[in-house]
């Protein structure tokens, strides 16, 4: 195993508490929106491997999958027990409660695996409205049974383990297993984010497992262990996604929901055991680097936004000459950041315009690449000026009719990301999440039920009655910001990189960072990942707090720029196919994820 320079290497409880402990102090800056706190820098090296490699937001997860690598399986197999073990140890990102969008590359076809979850049969478009007709407030909506959507990462991943798993399925929950019966020490990251948690103490079955008789959370290094996961998870093991979805596991998620005191919610029995993963296919698109090299970007499809909004944003900045803009001592230049915002915000003005579970709501004209074609982004591109326009309209892309209402500026949360190159040379890049960190803080059975429906307008109409394409709809997956990419060189059609991150909105931007830095400025994975984070969701530009030089912030503020700097923690994970052979990995320092391999 390549852990040069790791101090996770020996995954004991001293090393992941030693290896973790912050290196920045946590700010007031961190605004509503921001899915998960800060919790210090932890510098990464950078990972190269031979043969096959892991990334993943935590040490441990990223050893299980690293596990199964070793044996022979494959990257699907790799990802099914990664995702298992960040259900014990990143509760707070991802987990068998929540969704995954799943994108699997074998050299010939790209697929895309939905696992996103969807709105009971029972939710209708006022879910969130209060009796008076107003949007009730988000953390209401958060906290309780009301946002809990079916979760579908477990039969999606099954499905994609079908199709392309190597080793037996209950082989790999063994990793997990073991360490929800051992134990696993709470990270620094775990234990930050628990004393700054101030709902998930409501829920006695979460409070009596996270805290201790004081109502502190359990000291980092300690060790923590989950019995009553480490039996749902044999039960998967033996039975497959059905042991969540269907018996006395279910049954608890429902009472659990339809049974919160404030804030019950819809989900039943019968939307849990009629739920079904979706193979879609593959937003591909191609791209021209600087230097004039072609790739090929392959995303998630709506229901995610992501691909299409990295896909314009990258598309309009062909057309700004931000090519001609190299990195400034090591930093974007403030031109730079002026052109990346602007094309930010009319990317945002239509994702909030168009974009929703296609089951529901036709792509504009018939087809999402209405939205990539060159004419329609050089167009848009043509309305950035020398100052900032501060919000964006949405386009109408050629023969369109528009028949929404744009959805409303709204909060969005958390994941996590997973990455892996196996022995044959497939790829998987796979974001997960439960959004809001700890989900609706309610737990069962040892795990967390995810808030996934605040994904959807809480507003279902504007004010004259048009409907909003992503509102609440029975059945319906709400639009998401999960960018799991994968990169082809377009000439050899071979790997390029496997990379994605967790966020919310801002998702689009981290995972943009890293494309474009890796494509257009020559930088590594973990160079590339290590850049200061920027971005625009068709409002302020924010930039990463205390990583800017004072004269940036300035000359952005000249251009007319409403510039907040915040703590932006991102968690990239990536991996890259190395022109020589073999692979080179990076994990994001602002969290505590690794890369492991041969």
């Known amino acids: 195993m390549n852990l040069a320079n790791l101090c996770f290497g020996t995954l004991t409880a001293a090393a992941l508490a030693a290896c973790v402990s912050p290196t920045a102090v946590l700010t007031d800056r961190t605004p509503a929106h921001q899915p998960e706190r800060a919790s210090g820098q932890i510098s990464k090296p950078g990972w190269a491997t031979q043969s096959f490699a892991v990334a993943a937001a935590n040490p441990l997860a990223a050893?299980?999958?690293?596990?199964?690598?070793?044996?022979?399986?494959?990257?699907?197999?790799?990802?099914?027990?990664?995702?298992?073990?960040?259900a014990l140890v990143e509760p707070q990102s991802s987990g068998i409660g929540g969704g995954a969008f799943l994108l699997h590359a074998d050299g010939r076809t790209v697929e895309a695996f939905d696992g996103r979850e969807t709105a009971p049969a029972a939710a209708d478009e006022a879910l969130f409205l209060n009796p008076d007709g107003k949007p009730m407030p988000f953390i209401d909506a958060v906290v309780g049974g009301r946002a809990v959507g079916v979760p579908g990462a477990v039969r999606m991943l099954e499905m994609a383990h079908r199709q392309h798993g190597t080793l037996p399925w209950a082989q790999l929950f063994q990793p997990a297993i073991a360490l929800a019966e051992a134990g696993f020490p709470v990270s620094q990251r775990l234990h930050t984010l628990l004393s700054a948690e101030p709902h998930l103490t409501k829920d006695p079955a979460a409070?009596?497992?996270?805290?201790?008789?004081?109502?502190?959370?359990?000291?980092?290094?300690?060790?923590?262990?989950?019995?009553?996961?480490?039996?749902?998870?044999?039960?998967?093991?033996?039975?497959?996604?059905?042991?969540?979805?269907?018996?006395?596991?279910?049954?608890?998620?429902?009472?659990?929901?339809?049974?919160?005191?404030?804030?019950?919610?819809?989900?039943?029995?019968?939307?849990?055991?009629?739920?079904?993963?979706v193979k879609r296919q593959a937003l591909c698109h191609d791209v021209v680097a600087t230097d004039q090299r072609a790739y090929t970007l392959c995303g998630f499809p709506p229901p995610s936004s992501g691909a299409l909004a990295i896909g314009q944003i990258v598309g309009m900045l062909v057309h700004t000459g931000a090519g001609r803009l190299p990195l400034a001592d090591g930093l974007p230049s403030a031109d730079w950041l002026h052109l990346y915002t602007e094309a930010a915000r009319l990317a945002f003005a239509d994702r909030a315009q168009y974009v929703a579970d296609p089951d529901f709501v036709p792509a504009p004209g018939g087809s999402w690449h209405t939205l990539l074609a060159p004419g329609y982004l050089a167009q848009r591109a043509s309305l950035i000026g020398p100052r900032s326009m501060n919000q964006a309209f949405p386009g109408q892309p050629a023969g369109v009719r528009i028949s929404h209402a744009p959805m409303p500026p709204q909060p969005e949360?958390?994941?996590?990301?997973?990455?892996?190159?196996?022995?044959?040379?497939?790829?998987?890049?796979?974001?997960?999440?439960?959004?809001?960190?700890?989900?609706?803080?309610q737990m069962v059975n040892g795990f967390l039920l995810n808030n996934q429906l605040t994904d959807f307008s809480f507003v279902p109409r504007d004010a004259v009655g048009t409907p909003i394409a992503n509102r609440v709809e029975p059945g319906k997956r709400p639009r998401s910001s999960m960018s799991p990419t994968l990169v082809f060189d377009k000439a050899t059609g071979q790997l390029v990189m496997s990379g994605g991150s967790p966020g919310g909105a801002l998702i689009i931007h981290y995972t943009a960072k890293l494309l474009y830095g890796t494509l257009n400025w020559g930088l590594d994975a973990q160079q590339a990942i290590n850049l200061p984070n920027f971005g625009s969701t068709n409002g302020p530009t924010l930039l990463e707090a205390n990583r800017f030089p004072v004269a940036t912030v300035q000359a952005l503020r000249a251009r007319g720029h409403d510039v907040r700097l915040l703590d932006m923690t991102s968690g990239l994970q990536a991996i890259q196919a190395r022109p020589g052979g073999g692979y080179f990995g990076g994990a994001d320092p602002r969290r505590e994820g690794v890369v492991m391999g041969d």
Do not use: C
Not at 213 to 231: I, T
Not at 414 to 427: E, F, P
């Open 413 to 441: 949360y958390g994941t996590s990301h997973v990455s892996v190159v196996d022995a044959q040379g497939r790829a998987v890049a796979m974001t997960t999440t439960i959004e809001d960190a700890f989900g609706s803080r």
């Open 63 to 86: 050893d299980a999958g690293y596990q199964m690598l070793k044996a022979g399986g494959s990257a699907v197999d790799a990802a099914v027990a990664v995702q298992m073990v960040l």
């Open 207 to 277: 409070a009596a497992y996270f805290y201790d008789g004081h109502g502190k959370p359990w000291p980092v290094g300690y060790l923590l262990k989950n019995p009553a996961l480490a039996h749902v998870l044999r039960g998967l093991a033996a039975d497959g996604s059905n042991a969540l979805l269907d018996g006395p596991v279910a049954q608890a998620m429902v009472n659990k929901v339809r049974q919160h005191p404030t804030h019950p919610g819809r989900l039943s029995l019968t939307d849990l055991m009629a739920y079904q993963p």
